[in-house]
């Protein structure tokens, strides 16, 4: 591992520019800085999902999660860098599934409502669909590891299934949109 700060302020970005990982300098507002930015922030999201009420397996798959997307941040700062591979995203592949056996078939929409994990875990799904974006954007501009995007797609899937579980868990049911209401 590299030096560590000590101090936290460098006083660096001060006019508008931030380092990479590679030691080059770019504005604040670059694709890459928004890219990874997003997945920070995503990771941040799903601290507030761990600082729920949630089911022992969930608390263990998103500290994984997070790690990966520690990694991905890294890889995403550093041009040329890749930490995440197919296989990480097989590995998401094999938790929603497993998860997802047990859920009854969707046949309607689910409101991002209900407890408050649930409520989180919808925002860090909505998060991840925008780190997605914000990769893909990059990925038109930069060379960028596919397994990224891949990773991130099916995160935001495996997030939308673990928001169906934390709704039974939390109020034992989901919140459905209701088209044909009354309207008020």
């Not at 590995?91 to 209900?114: S, W, Y």
Request: charge should be negative; glycine fraction near 8%.
């Amino acid at each position: 591992m590299g030096n560590r700060l000590s101090k936290i302020y460098t006083r660096t970005g001060d006019k508008g520019t931030t380092g990479l990982g590679d030691g080059s300098r770019v504005e604040k507002d670059d694709i890459r800085v928004e890219a990874f930015g997003t997945v920070d922030e995503l990771n941040s999201v799903l601290g507030t999902v761990l600082a729920c009420d949630t089911p022992e397996a969930i608390q263990t798959y998103l500290t994984d999660i997070q790690h990966d997307l520690f990694d991905l941040g890294g890889e995403l700062c550093i041009p040329g860098h890749t930490t995440l591979s197919d296989k990480d995203t097989s590995r998401l592949e094999r938790i929603l599934d497993e998860f997802n056996m047990d859920l009854p078939a969707l046949k309607d929409f689910i409101l991002p409502a209900g407890g408050t994990a649930t409520s989180h875990c919808h925002l860090a799904r909505t998060t991840c669909r925008r780190a997605e974006r914000r990769v893909y954007t990059l990925s038109k501009q930069q060379t960028v590891n596919p397994a990224a995007l891949m990773y991130l797609n099916r995160l935001s899937d495996l997030l939308f299934v673990i928001a169906r579980i934390l709704a039974r868990h939390e109020n034992g049911q989901e919140v459905l949109w209701q088209p044909d209401r009354d309207k008020k």
